[in-house]
């Protein structure tokens, strides 16, 4: 019954839709050519205001209780400086306010209006009747601290500050604090999306996306200049985001002040007045004109119309829910699209930067590129590294590379560590690096987003995407003014920026969509070939779009290189082997004499399916040729979370699984021969490099030993199929002098090509030459 109804009253706005969208479409399209062909304006240049005093304005409807219960703090606060001033604009009230401030307060400037103007007619009064170039905007249910304006009045220290907010808390401290003051804005899938944060990290003015309208300083000049609040969104909502945006379009800068308090009755004054079915309604309607007044981008203004039209079917189907768009909203939006065009053409002619600017510039990695890139150091750079995973215990190959990268890193640059853990104890773990950190933050447990239907993003990407990851990241960039953003793994890209001073790197340990194409080449299995096919073109697609946004891609291997070129060769000169995959030589005590024994060693996380499958292939395909040869030997398993002995096949008397051991040397100087049968995946073992390392003699897949051996027999053996690998290892276990000047060929190898002390070293002076170029080729970038 209840979507019977919906559908009686929406349903002709529904059929209606698609012509209301063609008009639309149409009309703003318009709006753009005709604009475009008058011409833009010349700016006017930014001036300093003068932020030695403050006006402080009161919108006021039918609020006597709120003025009586909250002006006296306003008026404390401002005492001290006659310069100052409080004005109250009173937006015809019939409560008697007017008359209530004339007694009451009468060092109060009054601005009686006859008729309501709204929030936003009524502020733009109160700026227009104010004497000061900063003009401090309240709500009147808002209780402020007695020192709250200084620390406003400090942030106005250049010629292009717009705004500085407030930190907002609630008058009941058991009330969840949904509005902060340190407002986050971005554009998704078509949406404006909307959020106040929480952050005690942000200790000093921040950027943000806009001001609240209720709590927050302003340029006088420059909110006259963009027009002030915009009657388009009467009677109220959006108008202080529409506001901010415009000021970021503009070229200027929006400040979060978190050392200045004041304190908020939420919607002690809209709430009291109207229902909230109405104040509903208003939000969604202004949301879509916010988007037809300052959305200038055609592809960006296109998803909105195909978002919206979208999430109103929804609404029609599922009902109403926050941030969902429904076709009454769109249809109060059609009546004023006179005044939205209107509104765009102003919009246009105040822009100075693009709708992707403008949203990029409140985070704080944008804000310290574009704003604050004059500190960017090239010697000893500040770094931050990003993980996906924890780097303590370093229970797999990744963490190995990582780890060793963040302890020879501190001795060339400023190490900070941001890594996502699985389990809390995780985070003491990390203790052993604080020698090498200067920071280190975690986020336990980080639940990604749910892959869309028909969404273009691989799993891998929605999995790690985040909107507190994304957040904490450009916080850390802007408060520890990073010059470096080293990025771990493909499906961390998406938080890869495209700066214009700091440097953005990518350390790719495996091609992505190449790891998957080779996992198709093994598993017949229809139930996964299908996701794993859609999962590669996917991955495909998104790798290779993703990865230009990098100044510098490390791969593992030249082959890694190779191959990528092969496909993008725009990516020639951003991407670099050898700059990453290493290992601690001198660390590891090798044994070089003659192997006894016949233990075979295969080492891996079981968590990693390709481990699984390579130890699989090798008992279901290599070990019955042993057998059948009568060869004597015994098989060693170490790795995290293996599966039951049951998993492989022909393994009885033969196989033990040892699980996780927290030192692996003893069994490396040990063994008689290392296997290494991996079928799939991309990058270099860091399992290889260590075995050449303890001088343990090698027999690998030729995928397994990508990018480390070519010639078969020279570093290890090389075998592709089982009757080879079996030969491989009979040959080494019968001649163990030829095994063992392998071996001893394999550690010269590893020992002058991939030490960590040299390849880290070469990545340091990789990052101070990029940020060298980098800043040199940068001219001007606001």
Not at 9 to 38: F, K, M
Not at 197 to 224: H, M, N, Q, W
Not at 613 to 629: S, Y
Request: hydrophobic content about 40%; charged content about 25%.
């Amino acid at each position: 019954m209840i979507l019977l109804k919906r559908l009686l009253r929406q349903g002709p706005i529904l059929i209606l839709s698609p012509a209301l969208v063609i008009i639309e479409l149409l009309a703003l399209w318009l709006t753009d050519l005709l604009w475009w062909v008058a011409g833009s304006r010349q700016l006017p240049t930014d001036t300093l205001p003068n932020a030695k005093s403050a006006s402080v304005v009161i919108p006021n409807w039918n609020g006597k209780d709120l003025l009586e219960k909250y002006l006296p703090s306003v008026i404390a606060a401002l005492e001290g400086n006659p310069s100052n001033e409080v004005v109250v604009v009173d937006n015809g009230s019939t409560d008697g306010s007017a008359e209530f401030i004339r007694q009451r307060f009468p060092q109060v400037k009054l601005v009686p209006l006859k008729e309501n103007l709204g929030f936003g007619g009524g502020s733009n009064r109160g700026f227009e009747e104010a004497k000061n170039d900063i003009v401090v905007l309240l709500n009147s249910d808002m209780r402020v601290a007695s020192d709250f304006l200084k620390p406003l009045l400090k942030g106005f220290d250049a010629p292009d500050i717009f705004a500085v907010s407030c930190q907002i808390f609630f008058s009941d401290p058991k009330k969840v604090r949904e509005e902060t003051g340190l407002t986050q804005a971005s554009w998704r899938r078509g949406t404006l999306e909307l959020r106040h944060r929480i952050d005690d990290e942000v200790t000093d003015t921040y950027p943000c996306f806009y001001g609240g309208g209720g709590s927050c300083a302003f340029d006088r000049r420059k909110f006259l200049e963009l027009g002030g609040f915009d009657e388009v969104l009467r009677p109220f909502y959006l108008e202080d985001t529409d506001m901010g945006y415009q000021a970021w379009k503009r070229g200027w800068r929006v400040l979060y002040q978190p050392q200045s308090h004041v304190w908020h009755e939420h919607r002690g004054t809209i709430g009291k007045k109207f229902s909230q079915h109405y104040i509903n309604s208003m939000v969604r309607k202004n949301f879509v004109l916010f988007a037809w007044k300052n959305i200038h981008s055609p592809l960006m203004l296109l998803q909105h119309f195909v978002a919206s039209n979208i999430s109103a079917l929804i609404a029609l189907i599922a009902g109403d829910a926050p941030g969902r768009a429904n076709y009454p909203g769109m249809l109060r939006s059609f009546f004023q699209l006179p005044e939205a065009c209107a509104a765009r053409w102003r919009a246009r002619s105040r822009s100075a930067v693009s709708d992707m600017e403008a949203f990029r510039r409140p985070l704080g990695g944008y804000y310290r590129d574009r704003f604050e890139a004059i500190d960017i150091r090239a010697e000893r750079p500040r770094v931050l590294f990003v993980s996906p995973y924890g780097l303590v215990p370093a229970s797999h190959g990744g963490a190995v590379f990582m780890q060793l990268a963040v302890k020879e890193l501190s001795k060339h640059c400023d190490v900070h560590l941001v890594a996502l853990l699985d389990e809390e104890w995780e985070r003491s773990a990390h203790d052993e690096l604080d020698p090498y950190l200067a920071s280190k933050q975690f986020i336990v447990r980080m639940t990604g987003q749910p892959s869309a239907a028909f969404s273009l993003l691989p799993g891998a990407v929605t999995e790690f995407a985040s909107g507190d990851l994304e957040w904490l990241l450009h916080r850390t960039m802007k408060t520890r003014k990073i010059d470096v953003l080293q990025i771990e793994y493909t499906n961390l890209g998406q938080y890869g920026c495209q700066f214009h001073r700091i440097l953005t790197s990518i350390f790719e340990h495996d091609i992505y969509f190449q790891s998957i194409q080779r996992q198709l080449l093994t598993n017949p299995s229809l139930l996964f070939r299908i996701p794993a096919t859609i999962e590669y073109l996917k991955a495909m697609h998104w790798e290779l779009e993703m990865l230009p946004r990098f100044d510098l891609i490390e791969v593992c291997t030249d082959a890694n290189r190779e191959y990528l070129l092969s496909l993008k060769p725009s990516l020639e000169p951003k991407t670099k082997a050898g700059l990453r995959a290493a290992i601690p030589v001198d660390s590891f005590e090798a044994n070089l004499s003659v192997r006894e024994g016949n233990t075979l060693l295969f080492l891996g996380g079981f968590r990693h399916v390709p481990n699984v499958e390579a130890l699989q292939w090798f008992f279901e395909e290599v070990v019955p040729i042993l057998k059948e040869r009568n060869l004597n030997f015994k098989a060693l398993a170490i790795g995290q979370d293996p599966p039951p002995a049951y998993a492989f096949p022909h393994s009885d008397g033969i196989l033990e699984l040892a699980g996780f051991r927290e030192s692996i040397a003893a069994d490396l100087q040990s063994a008689a021969v290392f296997l290494c049968p991996i079928q799939s995946g991309s990058g270099v073992r860091v399992k290889l490099l260590e075995a050449f390392a303890h001088g343990i003699p090698v027999v690998s897949t030729p995928i397994g030993a990508e990018g480390l051996a070519i010639v078969d027999g020279q570093y290890c053996k090389l075998a592709g199929d089982p009757g080879a690998f079996a030969d491989s290892i009979e040959q080494l276990l019968k001649d163990r002098s030829a095994a063992n000047q392998m071996a001893r060929r394999a550690y010269e190898y590893v020992s002058g090509e991939w030490d960590s002390k040299q390849v880290i070293a070469r990545l340091a002076q990789e990052y101070s030459d990029r940020l060298k170029r980098k800043g040199a080729a940068t001219t001007s970038f606001r």
